[in-house]
């Protein structure tokens, strides 16, 4: 948007009736929308909704504190793949009464034999549990082994997957920007190098499909982010915009300058902080090695 300034040039954006000035200043945000709905779209029609391919094992979706399960050390995302002298088969008709020895207070000592997750590379774990002990705490679900794309048929379902991909993506967003205003204290910015791990970490796991749907993430945070009535931001003009169309006049050029600049700086030194916190972060991680 052009510098504000006294001209009277009907051509110039801010002299023009504010729903176009409106128009202009929300720009960049329908902007970012729109990227984020095209990248879902791509990633559905084209690449494929990932659809879960069943492998042998359980997967463990859950654990409660303070629980058994918790206490033998098994996480989130662990297959377990073998029970005692038993192979966990891929049926799941046949898996889960395999499982149920897990809680069979009745039964012997069991060997857990289970695969974990790690950067890069699967770990081979191994989990001894007592006589009569049981397995509690934990949630288990048809093991996975990967996920196979499944292209949609026509447009319109094409249409329908997207926007129903795009509002859970926007919930999802919209959620993390209210717990961080509710409470700030536990918020997590990430600056550069963590978003380009996170990026990292989700071409290995998601493929094609993962980077579209983090590429419509980042474009949702950038637009809800330049929504907030910040001055600086594009909500903030709006906010302007709105307080000078009900005053009928203008805000002083120079406190509005001065507030922006402020607020710019403020930003600016927020950014530069996170970012020099992860290159700590990251160089320590390299001088461990």
């Given at each position: 948007?052009?510098?504000?300034n006294?001209?009277?040039d009907?051509?110039?954006a801010?002299?023009?009736?504010?729903?176009q000035?409106?128009?202009?200043?929300?720009?960049?945000v329908?902007?970012?929308?729109?990227?984020?709905?095209s990248a879902?779209l791509?990633?559905v029609?084209l690449?494929?909704?990932?659809?879960?391919?069943?492998?042998?094992?359980?997967?463990v979706t859950?654990?409660?504190k303070?629980?058994?399960?918790?206490?033998y050390?098994?996480?989130?995302?662990?297959?377990?793949?073998?029970?005692?002298?038993?192979a966990?088969?891929?049926?799941?008709?046949?898996?889960?009464?395999?499982?149920?020895?897990?809680?069979d207070?009745?039964?012997g000592r069991?060997?857990?034999?289970l695969?974990?997750k790690s950067?890069?590379?699967?770990?081979e774990k191994?989990?001894?549990v007592?006589v009569?002990?049981?397995?509690?705490?934990?949630?288990?679900?048809?093991?996975?082994?990967?996920?196979?794309?499944v292209?949609?048929?026509t447009?319109q379902e094409?249409?329908?997957?997207t926007n129903?991909?795009f509002?859970?993506?926007?919930?999802f967003v919209?959620?993390?920007?209210?717990?961080a205003v509710?409470?700030?204290?536990?918020?997590r910015?990430a600056?550069?190098v963590?978003?380009?791990?996170?990026?990292?970490g989700?071409?290995?796991?998601?493929?094609?499909?993962?980077l579209?749907?983090?590429?419509?993430?980042?474009?949702?945070?950038?637009?809800?982010?330049?929504?907030?009535p910040?001055?600086?931001?594009?909500?903030?003009?709006?906010?302007?915009l709105?307080v000078?169309t009900?005053?009928?006049r203008?805000?002083?050029?120079?406190?509005?300058?001065g507030?922006?600049?402020?607020?710019?700086?403020?930003?600016l030194?927020?950014?530069?902080?996170?970012?020099?916190?992860?290159l700590?972060?990251?160089?320590?991680?390299l001088?461990?090695?």
């Open positions: 948007m052009p510098s504000r006294d001209s009277k009907p051509n110039l801010f002299n023009r009736p504010w729903p000035q409106l128009a202009v200043i929300s720009g960049g329908f902007a970012n929308i729109l990227s984020a709905w879902i791509i990633a029609a690449v494929g909704v990932p659809s879960p391919v069943a492998g042998p094992g359980i997967s859950a654990v409660e303070n629980s058994p399960a918790e206490a050390g098994f996480k989130i995302g662990d297959v377990i793949t073998r029970i005692g002298d038993q966990v088969p891929s049926d799941v008709r046949e898996a889960f009464p395999v499982a149920r020895q897990l809680k207070p009745s039964r069991l060997d857990i034999q695969t974990r950067p890069g590379k699967k770990v191994k989990v001894s007592p009569y002990t049981p397995v509690s705490g934990m949630r288990l679900a048809p093991g996975v082994i990967g996920s196979k794309g292209r949609v048929a447009t094409a249409i329908s997957k129903s991909e509002i859970r993506l926007l919930g919209g959620g993390q920007f209210q717990s509710r409470t700030p204290q536990s918020a910015l600056g550069p963590s978003i380009a791990q996170a990026g990292t989700v071409v290995d796991e998601g493929g094609t499909y993962g579209l749907l983090f590429s419509a993430l980042l474009n949702l945070n950038l637009a809800i982010l330049n929504a907030l910040i001055p600086g931001l594009d909500g903030g003009q709006a906010v302007l709105m000078e009900a005053a009928g203008r805000v002083n050029k120079g406190v509005v300058n507030v922006t600049l402020a607020f710019q700086i403020g930003l030194g927020l950014t530069l902080s996170i970012f020099g916190g992860e700590e972060g990251l160089f320590e991680g001088l461990k090695k």
